[in-house]
């Protein structure tokens, strides 16, 4: 019981709980397993990137470039579509995309290691680079109009309900990816060496290396894996919306990175859970959805999810902080 | 003695090439025959199909008027890096800009510096711009708003909740069309309610795709939504599939035809209203050669393959209003 109250999930579970109460005291629609399930659909996409994000942030990294990733494997996969559609399955638009996506993350792993550029920095520019290749390359142009099995695998639920009215909902398949792309992050981080390694190599990289740690093969796997998540995002985001729009990615980094951190990773690294990050999304998703549910203009959202960070934040930070004062003293006595 | 020959082949060079420099313009009096007027039109974001087809019409008109016409734009609909590139065009000397402006407001000044520099400025969508020569609209845009309206109310019926889409809250026409028609509702149909504030999500799908969901479920008597920004109604019209609610809530708006044609089809959006932006991009482009000529825009003006305009005080209209149906969506060609 005591360790609970010392982990950050809790606070942040806690803070989901007296939302989620006072949402659906206003308008108890919010508490409905049609409006989870909807809601799980619309996150998968912020929640895929938030995987990769928690590796770099965990490794001690960040990864700024990856909506620009994600924006070239979408673009290509799109065209793809459009030319071959028919001879293509939604297995090979994943692994094209997932491919390209880990191409890219080895790039920026590769310039992180070998020049010791600050991977903000790096990532700043291969964001700029990879966006600006694209703008030249599509001139911007809208990519619509893929052949039906991709709509309608966006549409395939695992299991359907009925609502009062008899309008079908369900559990998602993307919801379904989501979810596999969950639990084998979690299962890489917690139970494998390269997991631990990586949390070692994060809190702090001169010891680790010591240790007999490969700073240089870790690196190349946290990026590549942002990339891989990138490019599986980019795929779940063109079957969301049906549409590969070259501006509709780049521009929401902050949100992801928001969420990661909201649930417990520290930009630091060395820290961060599964678990914490799965929470930072569902508090940003039902703070969304729930002012609008609570008949709140939407022009609050960004106002309050910011005050919501900032305490977040500050909070964890003011409990650190006591940790380390209480740990001198104990060392002093 | 090495070092002197160095000087005088030096200076001798120097003196030689002045002497071609300033001989240049005289030996061809020829090349100064009049360059063709550069005219650089700058929408809000570059690369949605909206601006592509404009940039079709800015090309056309490039080619069949013998101007150097293009199109340029920033890569966010962002006000400042529009600004930005004004900025730019101003200190290269362009003899005239057309701008589709992202925050009216914010472009005052730089209008206002193009225009001392005796720069042409033509906007569009933004008829109480400040700094420009003339606005051009290819539709009366009282007649527009209201028009959305019609077409809501033709579709849901003249009674129930509805919500607008807007690109944003800066976007000038479209929040101009959103008053015009909120209170013209008022008016004439006093049982329309409107249920929330509008919601800046129409340039963005995916956005507007949760907005319709999160508004299905707080507002479960909603029977329309009108969305300006051409990814609005899209988006709209995707989740109302989705949850299989088509019958239920009726969305029109502004959308690229072709896009919305297979969502016209199967009657999840169920009207649209447009103009070309490809006669938007001509007209601005004729219009700015127009002046540049030395001629004076007055009423019944007429410019070729768009129709004769009105003048009211600097703007310029034309009557290029169309509905988009399920029937003509995918024969306008854009």
Redesign the interface.
Same mark, same amino acid.
Request: proline share 5%; net charge neutral; charged share 10%.
């Given at each position: 019981m005591k360790k609970l109250l010392t982990r950050h999930e809790t606070y942040v579970f806690l803070a989901i709980v007296v939302f989620s109460i006072i949402i659906t005291s206003i308008?108890p629609?919010?508490f409905?397993i049609?409006?989870l399930f909807?809601l799980l659909k +619309?996150y998968s =996409?912020m929640g895929t990137f938030a995987i990769g994000m928690l590796f770099v942030l965990i490794s001690g990294g960040i990864d700024i470039s990856f909506t620009a990733t994600a924006t070239i494997t979408g673009y290509v996969v799109a065209v793809l579509l459009l030319k071959y559609g028919e001879g293509l399955n939604i297995l090979s638009v994943f692994l094209i995309a997932g491919g390209i996506g880990i191409l890219l993350g080895l790039f920026n792993a590769v310039i992180i290691y070998f020049f010791k550029i600050p991977s903000i920095i790096t990532t700043i520019a291969t964001l700029n680079i990879y966006?600006g290749i694209l703008?030249v390359v +599509?001139?911007?142009?809208?990519l619509?109009?893929f052949p039906t099995w991709f709509g309608d695998f966006n549409?395939i639920r695992v299991f359907t309900l009925y609502t009062a009215d008899?309008?079908?909902?369900g559990l998602s398949i993307i919801t379904v990816i989501w979810f596999a792309l969950i639990l084998i992050g979690w299962f890489i981080l917690r139970y494998t060496i390269l997991g631990r390694s990586i949390y070692a190599m994060g809190g702090n990289p001169a010891s680790a290396q010591r240790a007999g740690f490969n700073l240089l093969g870790l690196n190349l796997f946290v990026y590549s894996f942002m990339g891989l998540m990138a490019g599986i995002g980019s795929v779940i985001?063109a079957l =969301?919306?049906?549409?590969v729009?070259?501006?509709?990615l780049v521009?929401k980094e902050m949100d992801v990175i928001a969420a990661v951190v909201l649930g417990g990773a520290s930009l630091t690294g060395g820290t961060g859970t599964m678990l914490g990050t799965i929470l930072g999304v569902t508090l940003i998703a039902i703070m969304?959805?729930g002012l609008? =549910?609570?008949?709140v +203009? +939407? =022009?609050w959202y960004k106002v309050i999810i910011g005050f919501v960070i900032l305490v977040s934040v500050g909070v964890s930070a003011y409990r650190s902080k006591r940790s380390t004062r209480k740990h001198i003293i104990t060392e002093v006595n | 003695m090495k070092k002197q020959m160095f000087w005088a082949r030096f200076l001798s060079l120097v003196v030689v090439l002045s002497l071609l420099a300033a001989c240049a313009p005289q030996a061809q009096p020829t090349a100064e025959v009049k360059e063709p007027y550069e005219i650089a039109v700058v929408v809000k974001i570059t690369g949605i199909p909206w601006f592509n087809v404009m940039e079709t019409g800015v090309n056309r008109a490039a080619s069949e008027l013998g101007v150097n016409a293009y199109q340029t734009g920033p890569a966010q609909a962002d006000p400042a890096q529009q600004v930005k590139m004004i900025e730019d065009l101003v200190a290269k000397g362009v003899d005239a800009i057309a701008v589709v402006p992202n925050d009216a407001k914010a472009l005052e000044p730089v209008l206002q510096k193009a225009k001392e520099k005796g720069i042409i400025v033509i906007t569009h969508e933004s008829p109480d711009q400040v700094g420009s020569d003339y606005d051009f609209e290819l539709i009366d845009n009282v007649k527009f708003g209201e028009h959305a309206w019609d077409q809501l109310v033709e579709h849901m019926g003249d009674s129930g909740e509805y919500a607008v889409f807007v690109g944003g809250l800066t976007v000038p026409l479209h929040n101009f069309w959103a008053d015009t028609g909120i209170a013209y509702a008022k008016e004439k149909y006093p049982n329309l309610t409107l249920i929330t504030e509008r919601i800046p999500c129409g340039e963005d799908q995916e956005l507007a795709r949760q907005k319709t969901l999160e508004l299905l479920k707080a507002y479960p008597n909603l029977k329309g939504i009108v969305g300006f920004g051409s990814l609005g109604p899209i988006g709209a019209a995707q989740a109302l599939k989705e949850k299989g609610m088509t019958d239920k809530v009726a969305v029109v708006g502004t959308v690229i035809p072709s896009q919305a044609a297979p969502y016209l089809k199967e009657g999840s959006m169920k009207e649209g209203i447009l103009w070309n932006p490809g006669d938007a991009g001509f007209g601005m482009v004729w219009l700015a050669k127009y002046i540049l000529d030395g001629n004076k825009v007055a009423n019944g003006t007429d410019i070729p393959g768009i129709g004769p305009v009105t003048i009211e005080g600097t703007v310029i209209k034309a009557d290029a209003m169309m509905d988009i149906t399920p029937e003509n969506a995918e024969s306008l060609g854009f």
């Open positions: 308008n629609s919010f409905t049609e409006n909807d +619309s =996409l966006y703008t +599509s001139k911007g142009k809208w619509y109009g549409n008899g309008n079908p909902y985001q =969301l919306v049906q549409t729009a070259p501006n509709s521009g969304g959805n609008t =549910l609570m008949h +203009s +939407s =022009l | -």
